[in-house]
Nanobody
Framework: QVQLVESGGGLVQAGGSLRLSCAASGRTFINYHMGWFRQAPGKEREFVAR????????FYADSVKGRFTISRDNAKNTVYLQMNSLKPEDTAVYYC???????????????????WGQGTQVTVSS
């Protein structure tokens, strides 16, 4: 069992930056592949980024590539999402998720993840 708690959301102007954090409970954090998803009002939850457990290989949605960076600190059981050059269309609730299963083909699917945080709101004003 893994519990995930996100923090770091808030209101920022377009062009600004935010860093989201996701703290995980449990001693098996190192075994989990970690992802970030987001959901805007009236839209489906969408994949943002993922970092694998041991290789730390990263994957990004095209919409955030070059602007967002996912990283993890296994000693702190924490995964981060650094968000730069934010745009109004980045406004959403951001969720942290953990997956035990390795997937090179379906890492962007929410169904691949076993545990989810409660979400943190990010609002980007124009």
């Amino acid at each position: 069992q893994v519990q995930l708690v996100e923090s770091g959301g808030g209101l920022v102007q377009a062009g600004g930056s935010l860093r989201l954090s996701c703290a995980a409970s449990g001693r098996t954090f190192i075994n989990y592949h970690m992802g970030w998803f987001r959901q805007a009002p009236g839209k489906e939850r969408e994949f943002v980024a993922r970092i694998n457990s041991s290789t730390r290989r990263t994957f990004y949605a095209d919409s955030v590539k070059g602007r967002f960076t996912i990283s993890r600190d296994n000693a702190k059981n924490t995964v981060y999402l650094q968000m730069n050059s934010l745009k109004p269309e980045d406004t959403a609730v951001y969720y942290c998720a953990a997956a035990l299963k390795y997937s090179s083909a379906s890492y962007y699917l929410a169904g691949e993840y076993d545990y989810w945080g409660q979400g943190t709101q990010v609002t980007v004003s124009s």
